[in-house]
């Protein structure tokens, strides 16, 4: 199945509907496929574009590639899924997952997907958008305190999963009975976190790619303060929020950088004594592993290296305090640009240059405009007075341009 909205094909997250959002790259697709008894007899597959995905025994004869719509074993009845994953990288995923390979409880692959499963799974699929609204105002009536976030009905519309938020334990054991009334399917209520919420109902982050937690994260870590405390981040719950209201995940990626380069720093160096009063610390620069202290009744701030900081609490251990904290010389690591080779020309062309064109432009425009003239075509006008007995005239410039008027 390849995706309208990214153009790939069977795989990818691009939140089009057509992607699986927790997809997985086969490495082990190169290898040429083995038909003996030590291939895995198991395939992964994924329900509902990724959002749940399981492992079944392939117990048929054929083989499925990644992409392959197949019917599955459901709850009292038959499911329709995507393979994710075949051949000998799901050994691994059950490894890593902890399934075993020959477990008796593991539920096997029908056939290949037929028209007809196809189509009952399509006609299902269409009534989750409306079950959850309904399912939703069923509980709002209850007046329960829970938050639906997701139904998933099984290909063949025997089965509903509700799964829900919910700070509390909630008994929902009225509203099994009117679901399954309303419904006439089998209700199973699961409860979720709030990063499985947001997994689930995907979306875009603050970073402007999607979230990690619907693409490839399938395991959440506890995240805490003193994680962004560590790498010198502003305790600001706006920021340091996901969508899901918990702080981000991403804030683990980077800890064991942080940590790594923090242990070069020393110890209780939160206070040094000088003799104009106690320096405070307030920030770290681990990048260039200088320590930023300030002295009381002063805005001023030291920045001062590692080797100084532990000189000064050798002083302080032994008695002794300086005068004073110097602040040192920074430097930076940006490499000095160049300077270029080609030479600026901006002000060599000055105003009076201009000006100078601009009046030559008017004289052209007024000497072609006066050789234009009806009776002036081959006059030139004398600069010298009229003689005795002349008359005088005189000329005013009409509305049509080149005509002259007698006064």
Request: net charge positive.
């Amino acid at each position: 199945m390849g995706c309208s909205g990214c153009g790939t094909n069977g795989g990818g997250g691009c939140s089009s509907g057509g992607c699986n959002r927790m997809d997985v790259y086969d490495w082990l697709s190169d290898i040429p496929l083995s038909y003996n008894d030590d291939s895995c007899p198991v395939v992964e597959v994924s329900f509902n574009n990724g959002s749940r995905k399981d492992f079944f025994r392939n117990a048929t004869a054929l083989i499925f590639e990644k992409g392959d719509l197949i019917t599955v074993e459901g709850v009292s009845g038959f499911d329709v899924g995507q393979v994710n994953l075949s051949g000998e990288i799901v050994r691994l995923q059950l490894k890593k997952k902890g399934v075993a390979e020959n477990d008796p409880q593991m539920k096997k692959v029908l056939r290949k997907a037929s028209a007809r499963d196809i189509e009952v799974m399509k006609q299902n699929k269409s009534r989750e958008r409306e079950a959850l609204i309904r399912s939703r105002a069923i509980a709002r009536q209850l007046k329960l305190e829970m938050k639906l976030s997701e139904v998933e009905i099984q290909a063949d519309g025997r089965k509903a999963t509700f799964f829900y938020t919910a700070d509390g334990r909630v008994d929902f054991r009225e509203l099994i009975k009117l679901y399954a009334s309303e419904f006439r399917v089998k209700v199973e209520m699961k409860q979720i976190g709030a990063r499985q919420e947001a997994a689930k109902l995907g979306g875009i982050g603050s970073c402007g790619r999607e979230l990690c937690c619907s693409t490839w994260i399938n395991n959440f870590k506890s995240v805490t303060t003193e994680v962004a405390r560590y790498q010198n981040l502003s305790i600001n719950q706006a920021k340091l929020s996901g969508q899901c209201g918990r702080l981000k995940c991403c804030l683990n990626y980077e800890l064991d950088t942080y940590l790594d380069a923090l242990q070069n720093f020393p110890n209780n160096a939160e206070v040094l004594e000088t003799e104009k009063g106690r320096a405070s610390l307030i920030k770290k620069d681990i990048f260039r592993n200088l320590m930023w202290y300030i002295l009381p009744d002063s805005s001023k701030h030291y920045p001062l290296s590692i080797g100084t900081v532990r000189k000064i609490q050798g002083m302080n251990a032994s008695g002794l305090k300086p005068e004073t904290l110097e602040a040192e010389e920074l430097e930076t690591r940006k490499p000095k640009e160049a300077e270029p080779d080609f030479v600026d020309v901006v002000g060599q062309i000055s105003l009076r240059s201009l000006e100078k064109n601009d009046r030559k432009r008017k004289a052209r425009h007024r000497e072609q405009h006066g050789k234009g003239g009806r009776g002036n075509t081959n006059t030139k006008q004398s600069n010298h007075p009229p003689q005795q007995g002349q008359p005088r005239h005189h000329f005013r410039k009409d509305k049509d341009r080149g005509k002259s008027n007698p006064g």
